[in-house]
């Protein structure tokens, strides 16, 4: 063997060893980023190893579908549940910490009166922050619907909830032709709620909200609404919504079903994205180029084996 070639795997034992440590520490943690991994690779193999694992794990998403609940609306037998799917494992523990920690960087702002759509609890209500689109949430004092309000401005979506809305469409959680260009940032503190409601139709659906810090109860139902003594009738039916989860809201889950978060027993904050109508956007409102054009992943295809001959790797904790 040329002496030359010493040093050559040398150092390819110590990539490997350190590749090993690596995905250990990946396991162990969930990183957020890929800043180990690219460090490992030469800059054409950086992208095939990340498409690589964002495909492992889009397929490691749970969704559950086949919510049933049955009422009589207009004379008629419905399950107002239809169109509902629950996406579970959709963000990890590393990624929430991201996401949350933009969050209270967001609401500190507005605190400060930085942002222009930043709106502080009052009573059992919750702090919302309005980005791509303005709009109220009921009649205003002024005589305003509820609804998109097109001459108001606002900020636009911050980089991060792009990422989040891109990750939503490559994991088949939105469909591509609904690409959200909006979003709303709920934060709740302890005894804070959203009352029963049916989201504007100004919104296209499917929309669907991304639920951070505590896991909570939304109520469904058809007859729902609050009572003098402000507790909530007509919930006929309670999903636990867990941290890191995305519900997708269609159908008559959508718009049949009136739905509501009672009041929380710690802190959460929640993220609804949705598209608008065309023709109730903003007159100043320009589609974020990088939001166009984007497709859902294509799956793992698996030999008769059962394994892939498109991933390479192959980890449920990847």
Known sequence: MDKNTFPEIASEVKILSHRIRSLKQEVSSDAVDMTLEDDLFEDDH?????????????????????????????????????????????????????????????????RKGELKRAFTAQGKGRSAIQFGCCFNYRTSKAGRPPGILRHETVEPLPSLFKLIIKRLVKWHVLPPTYVPDCCVVNIYDEGDCIPPHIDSRDFLR????????????????????????????????????????????????????????????TKRISITFRKMDESKRPVWFIPEPDLQGIQPIIPCELNTSGSSDQCILVSENV
């Open 46 to 110: 950086k992208e095939l190893y990340r498409e690589q694992r964002e495909r492992i794990r889009s397929m490691n998403v749970k969704k559950k579908r086949d919510f049933v609940f049955l009422e009589k609306v207009n004379g008629e037998i419905v399950n107002i549940l239809d169109g509902l799917e629950l996406h579970t494992e959709v963000f990890n523990a590393a990624e929430q910490k991201k996401i949350v920690d933009k969050v209270c960087q967001l609401q500190e702002q507005g």
């Open 206 to 265: 499917p929309f669907c909200t991304v639920s951070f810090l505590s896991e909570c109860n939304i109520l469904f139902g058809s007859n729902l609404k609050v009572g003098e003594t402000g507790e909530y009738s007509g919930g006929s039916y309670s999903l636990p919504l867990p941290v890191g989860s995305v519900l997708v809201l269609n159908g008559n889950g959508a718009d049949v079903a009136r739905h509501c978060v009672p009041e929380v027993s």
